[in-house]
């Protein structure tokens, strides 16, 4: 059994920062790309950003600049810096852990959600 827990989300002004994290601790072998997703009210969930474990990132167009995604593989930890913040950054965040148990498949996690509210 695998848990994750995800700290950081709040209220900000425009153009203030913050910063998720996301640890996940258990039977844990290894942890493939980890990332964050958001959700926004009446909108799909979308990729924010993700990192593999040799530290690859990959972003959001609409973040790009903005947001550094970065991981501790000691601590099984993502975090998600958040800058320059936009009133449409203002969505449910949700990381993304994928882990492999053993020899078991890998399965994919997720995080309970952590509100980001940006005001204008």
């Known amino acids: 059994q695998v848990q994750l827990v995800e700290s950081g989300g709040g209220l900000v002004q425009a153009g203030g920062s913050l910063r998720l994290s996301c640890a996940a601790s258990?039977?844990?072998?290894?942890?493939?790309?980890m990332g964050w997703y958001r959700q926004a009210p009446g909108k799909q969930r979308e990729l924010v950003a993700s990192?593999?474990?040799?530290?690859?990132?990959n972003y959001a167009d609409s973040v790009k600049g903005r947001f550094t995604i970065s991981r501790d593989n000691a601590k099984n930890t993502v975090y998600l810096q958040m800058n320059s913040l936009k009133p449409e950054d203002t969505a449910v965040y949700y990381c993304?852990?994928?882990?492999?148990?053993?020899?078991?498949?890998?399965?994919?996690?997720w995080g309970q959600g952590t509100q980001v509210t940006v005001s204008s």
């Open positions: 258990g039977s844990i072998s290894s942890i493939n790309a």
């Open positions: 993304h852990v994928p882990v492999r148990t053993g020899t078991l498949p890998i399965y994919n996690y």
């Open positions: 990192i593999t474990s040799g530290g690859s990132t």
